[in-house]
């Protein structure tokens, strides 16, 4: 269910708004659409398909534009005769007959990866569910990553649907795949977004975190430019390097290694520095 674009569109939008209010609910989105919480949770689960009135009002407070809605109720039509309804609406029954040789709306996978590849926390998120204390709670990870439930629930339905992430037997683990991306108009942007924050954070764990549990180190030189090619490339297999080290053994933490190392998540802070 988490391909149908009736559902992505709500999710986008709900993303959107959080993008812009940290503070944003499930209940203050579904309020403004004129439901409540209760029933929007279960369409973006897809535990509840809208009936015709609830999609005009979806559509209504979604303000989609002419082509995004017929594509919002063609993917409302797709799912209904999918699950072979008998009792099916005109409106989407018409619809339905009209796109019969269609699979419905092709979802834009490129919102959600870029998502991936510009906010923190879908990479904390991945290696966190290495570790053996994992829980895929939404909860559980808003309290370990200090980011809100809203936006763990949303960026482990983005993993999940992009294939990073896998659900066995009740428990939600990374996979091997990989995001990759030639296209520098969506990469470039949204990695610089990402090394903003990484660098916020690297900030926030100087000012928080015990010199027990990270490392800021830095130098100050005169260097031949000719040398910085060389440089990276060293950069570049030492982090290789370090990450190796890091990784071998029991995998308990989450951290962040970029030059500075330093935990991402938030349980270390209530531990003092020593005197």
Not at 51 to 77: C, I, M, Q, W, Y
Not at 170 to 192: Q, W
Request: aromatic share 6%; charged share 25%; net charge positive.
């Amino acid at each position: 269910m988490r391909n149908v674009y009736y559902i992505h569109a709500l999710q986008e939008e709900l993303t959107r708004r959080c993008e812009k209010n940290s503070r944003y609910s499930l209940r203050s989105f579904a309020r403004a659409l004129g439901f409540n919480s209760a029933v929007i949770s279960q369409v973006l689960s897809g535990k509840r398909i809208p009936s015709p009135k609830t999609a005009r009002k979806l559509v209504a407070g979604l303000n989609l534009s002419p082509e995004r809605e017929h594509d919002f109720f063609s993917s409302l039509a797709e799912v209904q005769r999918a699950r072979g309804l008998q009792r099916m609406s005109p409106i989407f029954k018409n619809i339905s007959v009209k796109d019969a040789s269609q699979q419905g709306p092709p979802v834009d996978l490129s919102i959600d990866v870029f998502r991936i590849i510009s906010d923190w926390y879908h990479y904390a998120i991945l290696e966190l569910s290495c570790i053996e204390s994992f829980n895929s709670d939404s909860k559980w990870i808003s309290k370990e990553l200090g980011i809100t439930p809203l936006e763990a629930k949303l960026a482990v339905e983005r993993l999940l649907k992009l294939g990073l992430l896998e659900e066995n037997n009740g428990r939600i683990s990374k996979t091997n795949e990989r995001i990759t991306t030639a296209d520098k108009h969506l990469s470039t942007p949204a990695l610089r977004k990402y090394q903003k924050q990484v660098l916020e954070k690297a900030i926030e764990s100087l000012e928080n975190d015990s010199i027990e549990f990270r490392s800021m180190s830095s130098m100050t030189m005169s260097v031949d430019p000719k040398n910085i090619p060389l440089a990276k490339k060293l950069i570049d297999e030492c982090a290789k390097q370090i990450s190796a080290l890091l990784r071998n053994g029991k995998q308990e933490e989450v951290y962040q290694l970029q030059i500075s190392l330093y935990p991402l998540q938030k349980k270390l802070r209530n531990i003092k520095e020593s005197p």
